[in-house]
């Protein structure tokens, strides 16, 4: 109940945060800009995930929303899906998949118009951890997760899209222990 409680806290301060842009623009003030895009990878399973699970693969979409009149605020909602293998080594066959999203509050450390710009980043999310056997049974849980990461975004050219370089440790407190990992993707984001 306490990380529900936690999860609905980060949202309404997301909420809180874009509101008053929000309201910039309808009053004709300075509006903040949007940013998209969609990015894969590989994910690097840590702790006892890794004990079981081998390297895998991780894709997702993302938006950012940066801040009117911070120039270097933002906030990001995301949505990744990532696949892992199980160790046959150590246990049986079979796969881990991850679907979920994550809202985060970005704070970059050069302006918009650097040729390339270091973007930090933490934030609060729901996941679907799915661990399915081969010939045997599978279990799912739906947790609540958090993360923390960086990126960089090379311009390409002179138009608005940017190459993306990121990894973000992510841990779902999934029963026993937590299920945490860390992708590292590569992506495009188009938009202002």
Not at 77 to 85: A, F, M
Not at 95 to 99: G, P, R, V
């Given at each position: 109940m306490k990380r529900l409680g936690?999860?609905?806290l980060a949202?309404?301060?997301?909420?809180?945060?874009?509101?008053?842009?929000?309201?910039?623009r309808r009053a004709g003030g300075a509006m903040g800009t949007l940013r998209y895009g969609i990015s894969g990878g590989i994910v690097m399973p840590m702790g006892d995930y890794n004990t079981i699970d081998k390297l895998g693969f991780v894709g997702g979409v993302g938006a950012t929303y940066w801040l009117a009149g911070t120039g270097n605020i933002g906030v990001r909602?995301?949505?990744?899906?990532?696949?892992?293998?199980h160790d046959e080594a150590v246990t049986v066959a079979g796969?881990?998949?991850?679907?979920g999203g994550m809202a985060?509050?970005?704070y970059a450390l050069n302006p918009a118009s650097a040729p390339a710009r270091i973007l930090l980043n933490a934030g609060l999310g729901f996941y679907n951890v799915k661990i399915d056997a081969t010939g045997?049974?599978?279990?799912?849980e739906s947790k609540i997760g958090?993360?923390?990461g960086a990126a960089v975004a090379f311009k390409l050219g002179t138009g608005s899209t940017r190459?993306?370089?990121?990894?973000?440790f992510t841990s779902v407190s999934t029963s026993g222990s937590s299920t945490t990992f860390l992708p590292i993707t590569v992506g495009l984001t188009f938009g202002k």
């Open positions: 936690l999860a609905i949202m309404a301060l997301c909420v809180a945060i874009a509101r008053p842009a929000m309201a910039q909602g995301d949505l990744s899906y990532s696949q892992t293998s796969h881990t998949k991850i679907i985060s509050f970005v045997g049974g599978s279990g799912s958090f993360g923390g190459l993306v370089v990121g990894s973000r």
